[in-house]
C-alpha cells in the first residue's frame, strides 16, 4: 500500500509569500507616511510659531515673553530676569524657570489666542521634544548667531536633514536652519537625536 504524502504545494507556499510581502510593504509604507506627517506638522509648527510671534508684534507692539504690558493686559506671571520692553527675549529656549522671557512667550501667546494651551509650559513638537523661543543676541545656545530663534529637540539625524533641506539649505552647520550643535548630518548621525533651531 502506497503511503500518500501530504505537505504544501509550491502555488501555495507562493500565495503566502505573496501575502506576507504585501503585509510587509504595507508596514513599511505606513511608517513612511507616519514620518512624513511628523516632518510635515514640524515644518507647519516652525511657521505657524513664526507667524505667532509677528501676529503679537504688530497687535501689541512688543515681542511675546519680552511685552512690558502683558501682566497689566491679562495678569498672569511676570518675568523675573531681564528687561521688559527691549526688544530682547532672554532666557534658554529650554528654560525650566517660569519667571524666564523665554517661557513667558508661550503664556503671552495664548493669552492673545495665537497658541493652544495654557500657562508657560513649552508646548511639545511631533517627535516628542519640547519647542523653545530666545533671542540668539542674548547669549542664546545655540549655534545662530541673531535674531529669534525657534528650537525642538529630539528629532533624529535623518528628520532633521530632512527638513534643514525643506527650510533652508540642507546644511546643519549653515543658514537660518541648523542644529544647535552646529554639526553636519552623516552616516554616523543618522540615528542622533538633534536640537533643531531656525531663526524667524
Known sequence: MKKQQTGFTLIEIAIVLVIIGLLLGGVLKGQEMMNNAEIKRTVNDYNGIGAAIYSYLDRYGA????????????????????????????????????????????????????????GNTSPLNPFGGVIGVEDAQAGGTTAIASGTVVCMDRVEGKDAEILDIQMDDGNGTTGDMMNAAASAYDNTTLNTAFTICRQI
Open 63 to 118: 515681542l511675546p515673553g519680552d511685552d512690558p504690558n502683558a501682566v497689566a493686559r491679562w495678569g498672569g506671571t511676570a518675568p523675573a530676569g531681564g528687561t521688559p520692553g527691549d526688544g530682547v527675549i532672554e532666557g534658554a529656549w529650554n528654560s525650566v524657570t517660569a519667571t524666564d522671557e523665554s517661557r513667558l512667550v508661550w503664556e503671552h501667546l495664548r493669552f492673545a489666542g495665537l497658541v493652544n494651551g495654557a
